[in-house]
């Protein structure tokens, strides 16, 4: 099966500084990987995506992530981070039809 | 359009009840998926339904949880005699097949 690993349950960073949030694979095929943002009291929703290809990827609010196969990864970023970017970020991985995710990061931004 | 929505967005019931909660997924979207999300951990995955049918149950954790979506739309997970343990958020996300998952706001359940 499987399954993603994501370092650091808890980040706080200053508003301005880059985001970085660490997330590891494992899967024995070529993954389908995903990160989605949650607000509080809101569902998931997509932040970006990794199919096939180009392996930095683009998604909203000015996040990124680059796909590493040799290093197993797929960690995100954003250069500046946003007060608005307080929330909980999932790391997951597409296994056939169902996700399994990681165990989620919380981020907070200081002022 | 409207998205995946959810009823009730809270549920407070005691041990031993039976409750359900709804799920309204996106007009058109043939698969529909349950997750459930403990406290501090990533949604799990419950349930997954391609029309009518239950394509993939095994993440059910026992014969006290079922789930059905009897016209291919709506589906209700059922859960009986509930346990403590059982509190959670359940998310529900549909899709069309083999694309991207859309979720809902999901449905906090207490179990006192």
């Known amino acids: 099966a499987q399954s993603v690993t994501q370092l650091g349950s808890h980040v706080s960073v200053s508003e301005g500084a880059l985001v970085l949030l660490r997330c590891n694979y494992s899967?024995?095929?070529?993954?389908?990987l995903f990160w989605y943002v949650q607000y509080p009291n809101q569902g998931l929703q997509l932040l970006l995506k990794?199919?096939?290809?180009?392996?930095l990827v683009k998604g909203i609010n000015g996040f990124e992530a680059e796909f590493k196969k040799s290093e197993t990864s797929f960690h995100l970023t954003k250069p500046s981070a946003h007060m608005s970017d307080a929330a909980e970020y999932f790391c997951?991985?597409?296994?056939?039809?169902?996700?399994?995710f990681g165990a989620g990061t919380t981020v907070t931004v200081r002022a | 359009g409207a998205g995946v929505s959810q009823t009730p967005s809270n549920k407070v019931t005691e041990k031993g009840k039976y409750v359900e909660l709804r799920c309204d997924p996106i007009?058109?979207?043939?698969?529909l998926y349950w997750y459930r999300q403990s406290l501090g951990q990533g949604p799990e995955f419950l349930i997954y339904?391609?029309?009518?049918?239950?394509?993939?149950d095994s993440g059910l954790p026992n014969d006290r949880f079922f789930a059905v979506r009897p016209e291919g739309s709506v589906s209700t997970l059922k859960i009986q005699r509930t346990e403590r343990g059982d509190s959670a958020v359940y998310l529900c996300?549909?899709?069309?097949?083999?694309?991207?998952?859309?979720f809902g706001p999901g449905t906090r359940l207490t179990v006192l």
């Open positions: 990794y199919t096939t290809g180009a392996t």
């Open positions: 996300a549909s899709s069309s097949r083999g694309g991207e998952q859309f």
């Open positions: 007009s058109g979207h043939t698969a």
């Open positions: 339904f391609q029309g009518t049918g239950a394509a993939d």
């Open positions: 997951a991985v597409k296994d056939d039809y169902k996700l399994s």
């Open positions: 899967s024995s095929v070529p993954p389908y």
